[in-house]
């Protein structure tokens, strides 16, 4: 949880535009297949296979039909009830593939939000070219603790895990530390509205727009701003973020989708261009900044009032 959507709809490039999604469940797809052709060479109908596993029915065709994910334990008893132990290896690693493309918040944040953190800490310390797009959160690199405290209270509250804010604030923070590094290289891109939405309280805010004015000063970090006025190529349907030329990352309300297939990469990094092309930066963005503030200072009395 890099910050805190929906899949992409936009009317251009429309023969890749679902790749995204539907690369999940093609996987999950391709692994109920080999299950199903495991069971059907054991010469096993589905209710028998369930009732040697005392399965309810229903478990085996959403099983084979991509409808739910195994389990490491159903994956043993299938194999088990098939005489096919010798497949148990193949089909974990295919299980293993699927659970990082599809990572379930509530499974990944169940022991709290800093564990989390840490291993996003690990994978940032591996990339070196980080691109992102944002419609809606500030990104989590730019974040003041003030402001991720909000985000993570969200998430707490969505998914009632266990409350470890202070630590995972802490944690963020901490990550901060590779926007100062020089073999790193951050361009990043934010609409307007994600300067706009309320999603903490006002004097909350104005720190965190403070905040993004100091880092669009960085000699290695290009922030661009798209403001309301912008015409859009490509709707900014989502947030997502580029990690060097290797990997997608794309969090909807329910899991993190980690996307690597050659054309998943060409797609988002062309989306990419086309929305960072459109936004201004330098003075341009800060200049749509500070008028984020002006508007947000405006419901502030003046000192004397």
Known sequence: MRHGTAPY??????????TSITSVHEARAALGRRLRELRTAAGLSGRRLAESLSWPPSKVSKL????????????????????????????????????????EWQRQLRVGL???????????????????????????????????RYRFA???????????????????????????????????????????YRLCPPEVMLGQLD??????????????????????VVAPAHGFWILDADRVMVETFSAELNLAQPQELSLYSSIFDSLAGVAGYGRSARAIINRAIDALAAEFPEDGD
Request: hydrophobic share 35%; proline share 5%.
């Open 154 to 196: 969200q998430s707490n509250a969505v998914f009632t895990i266990r409350n470890d804010i202070d630590e995972a604030v802490a944690a963020r923070v901490r990550r901060q530390d590779i926007l100062y590094q020089p073999d790193k290289r951050f361009h990043l891109v934010l609409t307007e509205a994600a300067l706009r």
């Open 211 to 232: 905040r993004l004015v100091s880092l669009s000063t960085l000699p290695n970090v290009k922030l661009g701003v798209i403001g309301f006025e912008t015409a859009y």
């Open 64 to 103: 084979e039909n991509g409808k739910q994910t195994p389990t490491d334990d159903d994956i043993h008893g299938w194999t088990r009830a098939t005489s096919s132990e010798n497949e148990t290896e193949a089909l974990l690693a295919s299980l293993r593939t699927l659970e990082v493309q599809h990572a």
């Open 9 to 18: 709809d936009g009317t251009t490039l429309p023969p890749k535009r679902t």
């Open 114 to 148: 800093k564990p989390h953190q840490l291993e996003i800490s690990d994978l940032d310390a591996r990339t070196r070219h980080f691109r992102a797009f944002e419609s809606t959160f500030i990104p989590g690199l730019l974040q003041t603790a003030e402001y991720a």
